[in-house]
């Protein structure tokens, strides 16, 4: 497994599998990684030759107050782990190799589906992230990228601007990774306190037994109402608490598929998780 931190190595690196037309595969990530990631690189493993994984906290989708400075950068331990699931390289720019020193006057904003959601809490989040994205893939210009489901909005909005700008990969999602207790992977699971992390779970506790409410016949707008007054009992700060056709439209009642979405802080640490629930005839 190799290392490169700049653009002009990582194309070397990358030059002998793209003169061959080797499937490229690429799992971006911002490094401190768990078994979410894990499974990315396994999942790519599985259909391309070459797999880059790129580590890189990236400064543009943090907005103020946000813990960019404080996001954990575990590089060491996450090259032991890339190794060991067989990554073939490592692309772990600095943000000088990504950005340069000149001023950036080009910004990507996909529309719509980035009004709500976290998008309404973290306003320019999702510009930072397709941007920064969009640089990546023409970078490595892989065939395949490959996405964790946790971050259903992300993953919607890169597929939208994939589509739309015409980049040549095919955008692979790969179902949320849980602890055994249902808590969803996540970076961020690594800021709670003892107390805080056997709390956490209740996220997906709840989620699950809004689905089975759902599907008992209760109304949509109770299920999220009830989901609410409990994360707020078991002391998270709720952000949003919604449910969404699978393609982030608005949705009334349980007619048809859905996703429940959940965003809730526990003290300064924000969660996230979602849950699919199937329409039954
Ligand atoms: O999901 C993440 O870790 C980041 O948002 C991503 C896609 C690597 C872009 O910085």
Redesign the pocket.
Known sequence: MKTETTIQGLTASLAPARNTKKMIGFV???GNLHEG?LTLVRAAKKICDIVVV?I???PI?FGAGEDFDSYPRTLEQDSRLLADVGCDIIFAPSVEQMYGSQPRLTNISVGQITDDLCGKSRPGHFD??AV??TK?FNIVQPDYAF??QK?YQ?LAV?RQFVQDLNIPLEVIGVPIVRAEDGLALS?RNGYLSAEQREIAPTIYRLLKQAEQSLQEGKALSEVLANISAQLTQAGFVVDYVEARQPNLQSVEQFDRNLVLFVAAKLGSTRLIDNLEVDFKT
């Open positions: 971006p990530t911002m990631h790129s890189f906290v990236n989708q930072g992230v920064v994205v990546l996405f964790g971050d992300q890169i970076s």
